[in-house]
Structures are given as structure tokens and as C-alpha cells.
């Protein structure tokens, strides 16, 4: 029966069908021009440190009243790949926060 299957799919999109899976193609998410360019003003200013939160809470810790987390004052946020990313500073630590996981 499997053999029958294969004998109706036309040799020409059989051959397609191959053609397509030995050469893949890369695909590339979209970055609208405007975060792009959000993106290299961050760059520019060098290092940051990362963080990763989990939760509600955990974030309006960081960043409610009396939160550690200073926005910076030129781009506090920025959105891309449907993440919210909080651009600022813990102290004197260049600071990128972002909030991942199953409470998104």
C-alpha cells in the first residue's frame, strides 16, 4: 500500500520535493528598521549585562518604586520578537532586562 503512495505523487514534484530538502534555505526573523537601529544605539554604547526574569513579580521588583533597575533615559524599551527588552542600569551595570518564561 505505502509503494502505491509513492507510484501517484508525479516523478516532477517528487523531484521538487527533493530539490527542495537538499538545499535548504536560511530564514530570517524581520527586524522592522526603526528597532534595528534601536538595536546598533545600544550596541554603540558597549557592554551589558543580561537578565533574565520569570515573573510579574520579579520584574516590578526590579523596576516599581524603589526598584534597583534605572531606565536609561534615551531608550528605556525596546520591542522586538515579540519580547519587551528594558534597557537601563543596576548600580553602575549597564542592564538589559527581559521577561521569559511560562508567565509571559
Given amino acids: 500500500r505505502c509503494n502505491n503512495v509513492v ?5 516532477a514534484l517528487l523531484l521538487f ?31 551589558y549585562y ?5 515573573g ?10 524603589g526598584g534597583v533597575f534605572q531606565p536609561d533615559a534615551d531608550l528605556p524599551t525596546v520591542d522586538a520578537s515579540a519580547r519587551r527588552f528594558r534597557v537601563g542600569k543596576i548600580g553602575k551595570h549597564r542592564t538589559i532586562l527581559v521577561m521569559c518564561g511560562s508567565v509571559m
Fill in 7 to 11: 507510484a501517484e505523487i508525479p516523478s
Fill in 17 to 47: 520535493m527533493m530539490l527542495l530538502m537538499a538545499f535548504p534555505f536560511p530564514s530570517r526573523a524581520h527586524i522592522p528598521k526603526e528597532v534595528a537601529q534601536q538595536i546598533n544605539n545600544i550596541n554603540e554604547n558597549g557592554e
Fill in 50 to 54: 543580561g537578565l533574565i526574569v520569570v
Fill in 56 to 65: 510579574n513579580a520579579e520584574i516590578q521588583a526590579l523596576i516599581g518604586n
